[in-house]
């Protein structure tokens, strides 16, 4: 980065020095010609007043080193002309500066000679008698100017190469030595500093980065804890209901039990290993739903409906304790991920029933307005204290252990409505009191994304 910029600084200098350079000769070479063009017209006017005085005589031992010098009669015949042969000279009578000195006194005109074979500069003047004394230099071209200045030039050239040489890679360290000096673990110490104005937006983004990395790594460890949590949780739950039927079927297997107790034994094994099936079960689902519920379809489908078909399979449970199970509501479109629905009516409606009193009451009602729907079940069960509310939702929490072991449960089902509300961007609110019983209700956005 250093030579980058130590690069682009020389080039930048270099290149500023050289148009200089340039303007600088245009002046100069504009500025040389008029004192030339103006010398000549002084020379002319001298001359002239030589050739009135003198006549041709004032050409015999003429020195015209850096001059021409040529006199035209006044109908153009060139009288005389001290670098060209007058015999072969054409009548310059068409020469600009002769028709204009013939016409206004004096001309001047600059062009190629086509005498002399360069670029002229003309002055002619008319005299007393009508002819036309012309004198002539020649012009400096650029080159020349530039050949006459190329030893200062040459040294100045080298002399700006060497300045913004040591320059140019100064600047350079000055601007990368903060730049080095950046601790990019702390970078928003150096905000509002006047050496890193510049750079403050990208110091800026990496703080912002620096902040949302850290989250990122917080979550992910946090998540590693839940798992790990979850893991433990799993294997122990799987643990009790294996060891109790391990337990009988030790009793069965040493021929222990009585034949009275082989009937309520063997429906204790049969629970128990319903209750490891239901276990798996919703292990599996919430798995899918903490993997978001990628794997499964977003679909339009009638929430109503899907409420309807999970309250009919909950229908013999609820009959077996006598309860009533109404569903209320009317067709309500969504669009959602129906199996999903399905188990949050299904488990609300579930604890529900096991959570109430014989001869109880549960309702499920569905409602809709333009953008949400909203699930209520209600039942007239026990009810649940205001300070554990909060905590069935968390995996595995049951309220009351020694009645949750009586009630057939995992304690993940709570879990898995909340998850599968989350999914849809809805909310869940519960309103509970302890003995009377309790009202969960539900609200999804009708079409995802429109919340
Ligand atoms: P479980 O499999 O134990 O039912 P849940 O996650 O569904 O697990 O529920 C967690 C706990 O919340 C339950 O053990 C129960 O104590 C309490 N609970 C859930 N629903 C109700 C309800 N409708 N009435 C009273 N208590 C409830």
Redesign the pocket.
């Given at each position: 980065m250093n030579s980058k910029i130590f690069r682009a600084i020389w080039i930048v200098a270099i290149a500023v020095f050289l148009a200089s350079l340039l303007l600088i000769m245009g002046s100069l070479y504009s500025y040389f010609s008029s004192v030339q063009k103006n010398q000549l017209r002084i020379e002319t006017d001298l001359a002239s007043q030589g050739v009135s005085l003198s006549g041709a005589d004032y050409f015999n031992n003429l020195k015209t080193e850096n001059y021409r010098i040529t006199w035209v009669s006044p109908d153009g015949e060139v009288l005389y002309d001290d670098e060209a042969n007058t015999a072969i000279m054409q009548n310059h009578l068409e020469r600009p500066e002769i028709k204009q000195a013939l016409k206004e006194g004096f001309g001047e005109s600059t062009r190629h000679s086509y005498t002399l074979e360069d670029q002229q500069y003309y002055a002619a003047k008319r005299l007393p008698d009508g002819s036309v004394l012309r004198l002539s230099i020649v012009q400096q071209s650029v080159w020349s100017l530039l050949f006459g200045f190329a030893q200062p030039i040459c040294f100045v050239i080298f002399a700006a190469l060497i300045l913004s040489y040591i320059l140019a890679s100064r600047s350079a360290r000055k601007i990368v030595a903060p730049i080095n000096e950046i601790d990019l673990e702390h970078p928003n110490q150096y905000f509002g500093q006047d050496n890193y104005k510049e750079i403050e937006p990208l110091l800026r983004h990496i703080s912002a980065q620096q902040i949302q990395l850290k989250q990122d790594q917080e979550e992910i460890e946090k998540a590693a804890l839940i798992r790990q949590e979850f893991s433990a949780n799993v294997s122990h739950e799987l643990k009790t209901p294996l060891h109790v039927i391990s337990g009988y079927a030790e009793l069965f297997e040493n021929g222990l039990v009585k034949e009275e107790d082989i009937k309520p034994f063997a429906k204790k094994i049969h629970a128990e290993s319903l209750r490891m099936t239901k276990l798996i079960e919703d292990i599996i689902e919430l798995t899918k739903l903490d993997n978001g519920g990628t794997e499964m379809k977003w679909e339009k489908c009638d929430f109503y409906s899907i409420a309807e078909n999970a309250v009919d399979t909950l229908e013999s449970a609820a009959s077996d304790m006598n309860i009533k199970l109404i569903v209320n509501g009317e067709n309500a479109p969504v669009t959602a991920i129906p199996q999903m629905i399905y188990s949050i009516v299904y488990?609300l409606c579930d604890?529900?029933i096991?959570?109430s009193q014989p001869n109880g009451y549960v309702s499920v009602t569905v409602t809709q307005n333009d953008r949400h729907t909203v699930l209520t079940v209600k039942?007239t069960?026990?009810?649940?204290q205001e300070e554990e509310q909060e905590r069935?939702f968390e995996r595995f929490?049951?309220?009351?252990k020694s009645r949750?072991k009586e009630v057939c449960?995992?304690?993940?089902?709570?879990?898995i409505v909340k998850h599968a509300v989350m999914i849809h961007k809805g909310n869940i609110r519960l309103n509970?009191v302890l003995g009377k019983g309790?009202e969960?209700i539900v609200t999804i956005p009708n079409y995802p994304g429109i919340t």
């Open positions: 488990n604890n529900a096991k959570y039942d069960g026990i009810g649940i069935i929490y049951r309220v009351d949750s449960g995992t304690g993940l089902g709570l879990s509970s309790s969960f």
